[in-house]
């Protein structure tokens, strides 16, 4: 055995590593599917406390209607989104796949759902502004519906990235309790 100063030990020129234990892929596709459904947890949470900014100041009336229009109808039950990104962040210190399950479910029912909604409810008027020129809303002097749709799109894609980490996550654990039960 080789000390922090001494030689090598003797009959190994260093390349006798793969004995050695290494963590199972299942436990490091985990903490990796962690880290990047954290990223877009937060990346979630700065979408929504810009959303409920804008909301608050339409309907406080903190600026005129010219700078910030009143919000559409989808943007209420949106603001429930948030409890399916912190239920997912509660599932993972534990490893629990309920409250994974239950994230997924609700993401479905409280942000897919409403987005749909809503892209749905502004498109007659992103229609009447590309045909006609004409915009009703504004926010800080650009047409509302636009600025809405590309949060909209945004916000799509942080969801089914989120859930596809999601699942891939929920799969690698389910793998590690097979794996598990087998022994």
């Keep these: 055995m080789a000390s922090r100063a001494g030689p090598r030990a003797a009959g190994t020129d260093g390349s006798d590593f793969q004995h050695r234990e290494r963590v199972a892929k299942h436990y490091q596709m985990s903490v990796t599917l962690k880290y990047e459904i954290k990223k877009l947890t937060y990346v979630h949470l700065v979408i929504w406390l810009l959303l409920v900014a804008k909301m608050s100041v339409g309907h406080l009336r903190l600026l005129s ?3 910030v229009a009143m919000p559409y109808q989808w ?3 949106y603001l429930l989104s948030i409890v399916p990104s912190l239920l997912g962040l509660l599932s993972f210190p534990r490893n629990n796949i309920s409250y994974l399950v239950l ?3 609700s993401m479905g029912l409280f942000s897919i759902a409403p ?3 809503g892209s749905m409810e502004m498109f007659p008027a992103a229609q009447q502004l590309y045909r006609h020129g004409k915009a009703y809303r504004f926010l800080f002097g650009f047409s509302a519906v636009s600025v809405m ?3 909209l799109v945004l916000v799509v894609q942080v969801h089914a990235w989120q859930l596809y980490y ?3 996550l929920l799969d690698s654990w389910f793998t590690s309790t ?3 039960k087998r022994k």
């Design 166 to 168: 999601s699942k891939k």
């Design 103 to 105: 994230s997924m479910i």
């Design 115 to 117: 987005l749909i909604y």
């Design 178 to 180: 097979q794996e598990k």
């Design 149 to 151: 749709y590309l949060v």
């Design 65 to 67: 209607h010219d700078q």
């Design 75 to 77: 943007e209420y039950p």
